[in-house]
C-alpha cells in the first residue's frame, strides 16, 4: 500500500494522518491531469471543456453524496473544510434559528473548530454553552448528556471520532438524545469518514461535516452535508457570483441550496481530487482500513503499555489514534527525537485546548495510522520512545 504514496520515502514512518493524510498517486494523477489537461472554469462557460468540467465536479458532489448515503447530491455543500462547514452552519443557520436563552451543548474533547464558531455565535445571540464530560477511558459520557439536556437547547455538536484519543461516538444514540429535547445534531466527522462508513441517514443526525485532506484528498476542500429542509430554511453566508438568482441593486434573490452557499469560483479541482480520493479509499474497502488501523492500535497500545514511564490516553479500542505522555519529557521533545529517528508525530494540544486540561497535561504526543502505516511504523515509533527514556534518564 505504500507504494501508492510518493512522498512516503523507504524508512520514513509517516504517523501524522490525523493532522492530514498522505495522497495516493490516483489523487495526485487526478489533480494534476485537471490542472494540465482538462481545466476550466465551471457552470458559467458555454464552451465544451467549461461544460465537461462542470460534469466532472457536479459528479464529485454526486460521488461525495453516495459516500455519505446521502438522499441527493443537493444535500452537499462544498466548503473549504470541516472548520468552514461549522461556521457556516453558526452563522447561517444559528444567527436565523438561535436567540438568547438558547442553549447548545457541546463535550470535553471537541477540537478548537468545534468550540470557537459557537463562542462566536453566543457573543452574537446571547446563546448559552453547556460542556458533556467524558467517561474514565475518554469517551463523550451520553449518559450525561441525556441528564444535561433540555428544551432549551436547541444543537448539539460533537465529534464523530476524538482527533487526540480516537474514541468514538454512538451517533446514533446522540441523535435520539437530541431529537428528544427538538434540538438538532451537528457531527464533526473529520477523524471518521477515514477509517469507517458513514451513513447519515442511518446516524439520523441533522448536519454532518469533514475536511477532504484527512481522507487522502487535496487541502482546500471539504463538506457540509445537511437536512434538505434545513438547507433550505438557511440564508446565504457569503454573497457574491455563483450563488444569486438575479441581481439588482434594489434586490438580489438567492440560488437553492447547495449553491445558495458557494459564492465565488470554487475548489474545482479539489473536488475532482476528492473524488478520486473516495473512490480510492472504497477500492480498498472501509472496513478493511477500520481492521488495519485497529491492529496497529492494538500493538501499540500492548507495546506502549510495557514502558512504565509512558501514560496512554483514551479508549483501548481508539479508532486509528494512539496519545501518550512520557514522564518528564515534553511532548515537543519527544517529537524531536522520533523525527531524528525517521518516524513523524504530532506533539501539541492538538487544538483541543481543552480537552487537555481535562487530561492534565499540556500537551500530548499522538500517533495516527493511515492505510500506509504497518507493523515495522510501530516498531520504530517503539524504539524511537525507548530513545526518548535513554536520552532523558
Given at each position: 500500500?505504500?507504494?501508492?504514496f ?14 492530514t493524510a498522505?495522497?495516493?498517486q ?8 485537471a ?20 460534469l466532472?465536479?457536479e ?14 447530491a443537493?444535500e452537499?455543500?462544498?466548503v473549504?473544510?470541516?472548520t ?14 438561535l436567540k438568547?436563552?438558547?442553549?447548545i451543548?457541546?463535550?470535553?474533547l ?7 464558531p ?14 458533556a464530560?467524558?467517561?474514565?477511558d ?28 480516537g ?5 446514533r ?9 427538538g ?12 477509517r ?14 469533514f ?22 430554511a ?6 457574491g ?11 438580489t434573490?438567492?440560488a437553492p441550496?447547495?449553491?445558495r ?9 479539489g ?12 477500492s480498498?474497502?472501509l ?6 488501523e485497529?491492529?496497529?492500535?492494538r ?22 489514534i ?18 531524528e ?7 501539541g ?30 516498531d ?14
Open positions: 500500500m505504500v507504494a501508492d510518493p512522498a512516503i520515502p523507504a524508512g520514513w514512518a509517516y504517523l501524522d494522518t490525523a493532522a498522505q495522497k495516493p490516483p489523487v495526485i494523477d487526478a489533480i494534476a491531469r490542472y494540465g489537461e482538462t481545466y476550466a472554469t465551471v457552470h458559467r462557460g458555454v464552451y465544451q471543456r467549461s461544460a465537461d468540467m462542470t466532472a465536479y459528479a464529485a458532489r454526486e460521488r461525495v453524496a453516495s459516500f455519505l448515503h446521502a438522499g441527493s443537493n452537499i455543500v462544498f473549504r473544510g470541516a468552514e462547514a461549522i461556521n457556516l452552519v453558526a452563522a447561517s443557520w444559528g444567527d436565523t434559528h438568547a436563552g438558547d442553549r451543548l457541546l463535550s470535553q471537541e477540537h478548537h473548530s468545534n468550540i470557537v459557537w463562542q462566536l455565535l453566543r457573543d452574537r445571540r446571547g446563546i448559552e454553552i453547556d460542556v464530560p467524558l467517561t474514565q475518554g469517551q463523550i459520557d451520553l449518559d450525561a448528556v441525556e441528564a444535561m439536556l433540555t428544551p432549551q437547547h436547541k444543537l448539539v455538536a460533537l465529534a464523530h471520532v476524538s482527533n487526540v484519543l474514541s468514538t461516538l454512538d451517533v444514540r446522540a441523535a435520539d438524545l437530541a431529537h428528544g429535547v434540538a438538532k445534531l451537528l457531527v464533526d466527522g473529520c477523524q471518521a469518514v477515514p469507517m462508513t458513514v451513513d447519515v441517514a442511518a446516524l439520523d443526525c441533522d448536519f454532518y461535516v475536511s477532504g485532506h484527512k481522507l487522502y484528498g487535496p487541502t482546500g476542500i471539504g463538506c457540509l452535508w445537511a437536512r434538505p429542509e434545513l438547507l433550505e438557511m440564508p446565504p453566508w457569503q454573497g457570483g455563483s450563488m444569486i438568482d438575479k441581481v439588482s441593486f434594489a434586490r434573490t438567492y441550496p447547495p449553491t452557499f458557494e459564492a465565488g469560483t470554487p475548489h474545482i479541482v473536488a475532482l481530487g476528492l473524488h478520486a480520493a473516495i473512490d480510492y479509499v472504497e480498498i474497502g472496513d478493511a482500513i477500520h481492521a488495519h485497529t491492529a496497529l492500535v500493538q501499540t497500545r500492548a507495546a506502549l503499555r510495557d514502558l512504565n514511564s509512558v501514560t496512554l490516553f483514551g479508549p483501548e479500542d481508539s479508532a486509528g494512539v496519545s501518550f505522555a512520557v514522564e518528564g519529557v515534553h511532548p515537543h521533545d519527544v517529537g524531536t527525537i522520533l523525527d529517528a525517521q518516524v513523524a508525530i504530532r506533539a494540544h492538538h487544538c483541543a485546548q481543552p480537552l487537555m486540561e481535562v487530561l492534565g497535561v499540556p500537551a500530548t504526543a499522538r500517533a495516527s495510522f493511515g492505510v500506509y502505516n504497518g507493523p515495522a511504523d510501530v520504530a515509533l517503539v524504539k524511537g520512545i525507548e530513545r526518548v527514556r535513554r536520552i532523558f534518564g
